[in-house]
């Protein structure tokens, strides 16, 4: 997609999150083309913080529940 400067600070963060996304946006200033696109491969699911889920209160004091309880859990998730 090619805009010019006026259209891309109009809509900067749209084309911010379409070049977070995977297209490339082409920006013409003064007659200079700039390509913005993403350093790397990012998608969303690589940009989560993973937290820590079972409850400090929870009352579980067997470490081995919670290890084999977040190793089930990583398997769940690992597809995303």
């Known amino acids: 997609m090619e805009v010019n400067i006026t259209r ?3 809509e900067l963060f749209d084309l911010m999150n379409r ?9 013409t ?7 913005l696109v993403p350093e790397g491969s990012h998608d969303r ?8 889920v079972i409850h400090p ?5 067997d ?9 089930a859990w ?3 998730w690992a597809d995303l």
């Open 29 to 35: 200033h003064r007659g200079v083309l700039v390509r």
């Open 8 to 10: 891309f600070r109009s």
């Open 57 to 61: 209160t929870a009352g579980v004091s």
């Open 19 to 27: 070049a977070l996304n995977g297209e490339v946006i082409h920006v």
């Open 45 to 52: 699911l690589s940009r989560i913080t993973p937290l820590q």
């Open 63 to 71: 470490a081995a529940w919670k290890d084999e309880m977040r190793e």
């Open 74 to 76: 990583e398997r769940d």
